[in-house]
């Protein structure tokens, strides 16, 4: 549900005691001017003037520049110490007032509640009946109002501006790729590494889109009753309308990963593995086309070998292995005469959508 939220305000105070790191302004050599802006006034009131200053805790990062204090937290890494799991309603509250709490005791002044939303992320997190890169066409197909597609490695599809963007990856791949989550957190954490998890994320990276688009402005937000089924009810409703409109142009798609795999593994068990191999980029990859275009018939390509001089034994057991990855292919298109996608289409979006 929730993940990342920053929250910002002008209206703080900082105690003597706070620890901040404090950077000093950039300096610019030609004409020896040093950038620096007011950050806060200290308790003798006197005018802290510095680059800008930040504090990392375990449960948020504190940044403070000339726009004024942020804060950015992960209820989840809070509560679970992952993002895997989400917490639910009341835990959020939980994890909040845990950051409250500790950004007073750290000397750290502000009337928390008030405090501006200036970026929101709402995601889902949902087990898929195949691989991530079994929807690999379907992702690609996808595409936002008034968002740039982009394809981040090959387990990540990005779908954004500057206001607002949608993700979806390989939850499992994005855990094994952190070098800091190893083996040990995931049987720790209970997390299977062989399971498929696909993750969508909803990103409101600015305080307008995030007033707009989810009718909340302030932290104080998230401790209104029955906020998490408000919240899914807008996840549900601009997911769907941005990108994962139901319906889906199967022009677009070039493959179908499932069809493929199940065409690889019946040259698979006719053939030896390297010579299955060479059939499938023979049959399915457009080399017969080149023989039968050419030369009308198999049968007109035998002769010609023969009479090229080739042993008849030589011509026949190349040529039977093509007959038989033929045989292979037709009985195939017979057998698959629809695609997978709008299958794999329709699972995704409706477990996106789910409540």
């Given at each position: 549900?929730i993940d990342k939220?920053?929250l ?10 706070a620890?901040?790191t ?6 610019q050599?030609d004409t ?6 007011e950050?806060?006034h200290?308790?003798?009131d006197?005018i ?6 930040f504090?990392?805790?375990e449960?948020y990062?504190?940044?403070?520049n000339?726009k004024?204090?942020k ?7 809070i ?6 799991y989400s917490v639910?309603e ?9 950051v ?5 005791s750290?000397g750290?002044?502000m ?9 929101v992320d ?5 087990q898929t ?11 690609r ?13 090959i ?5 954004g501006?500057q206001s607002r963007?949608?993700?979806c990856?390989?939850k499992?791949?994005?855990l094994?790729?952190d ?6 957190h995931f ?20 305080s307008k889109?995030v007033l707009?688009?989810l ?13 998490f089924?408000?919240l899914?009810g ?17 022009s677009?798609?070039k493959f179908?990963?499932?069809n493929?795999?199940e065409?690889?593994q019946a040259?698979?068990n006719a ?5 299955a191999?060479?059939?499938y ?14 030369y009308?018939?198999?049968?007109n390509?035998r002769?010609?070998l023969?009479?090229a001089?080739?042993?008849r034994?030589?011509?026949y057991r190349i ?6 990855g033929l045989?292979?292919?037709s009985?195939?298109?017979q057998a698959?005469r ?5 299958m794999?289409?329709?699972e995704?979006?409706d477990k996106l959508?789910?409540?």
């Amino acid at each position: 549900m929730i993940d990342k939220i920053v929250l910002s305000t002008k209206d703080y105070q900082i105690k003597d005691f706070a620890p901040l790191t404090i950077r000093p302004g950039s300096y610019q050599y030609d004409t020896s001017e040093v950038r620096e802006f007011e950050l806060f006034h200290n308790e003798r009131d006197d005018i802290v003037r510095a680059g800008n200053a930040f504090y990392n805790s375990e449960f948020y990062n504190l940044d403070i520049n000339a726009k004024g204090l942020k804060v950015t937290l992960n209820p989840n890494r809070i509560y679970y110490s992952t993002n895997y799991y989400s917490v639910n309603e009341k835990q959020c509250k939980e994890a909040l007032s845990k950051v409250e709490k500790d950004l007073q005791s750290k000397g750290f002044l502000m009337d928390f509640k008030d405090t501006s939303l200036a970026r929101v992320d709402i995601v889902k997190q949902v087990q898929t009946e195949h691989p991530f890169r079994a929807y690999t066409p379907l992702y690609r197909s996808l595409s936002g109002k008034r968002m740039k597609s982009r394809e981040l490695g090959i387990t990540t599809y990005n779908y954004g501006n500057q206001s607002r963007e949608i993700q979806c990856y390989d939850k499992i791949v994005q855990l094994v790729d952190d070098k800091k989550f190893t083996d040990e957190h995931f049987r720790y954490f209970g997390i299977d590494k062989n399971s498929n998890i696909a993750r969508c994320e909803l990103r409101e990276k600015k305080s307008k889109p995030v007033l707009r688009d989810l009718n909340i402005q302030h932290i104080s937000d998230f401790y209104r009753s029955g906020i998490f089924e408000h919240l899914t009810g807008r996840y549900r409703s601009l997911v769907s309308d941005l990108v994962f409109k139901k319906g889906i142009d199967e022009s677009q798609l070039k493959f179908d990963f499932v069809n493929e795999i199940e065409l690889l593994q019946a040259f698979k068990n006719a053939f030896s593995a390297s010579d299955a191999i060479n059939k499938y980029i023979l049959f399915q990859l457009g080399g017969l086309n080149g023989i039968i275009e050419r030369y009308s018939s198999i049968d007109n390509f035998r002769q010609l070998l023969l009479d090229a001089g080739f042993a008849r034994k030589t011509v026949y057991r190349i040529l039977n292995g093509l007959e038989k990855g033929l045989s292979i292919v037709s009985d195939f298109r017979q057998a698959k005469r629809t695609s997978n996608i709008p299958m794999l289409y329709s699972e995704l979006y409706d477990k996106l959508m789910a409540a």
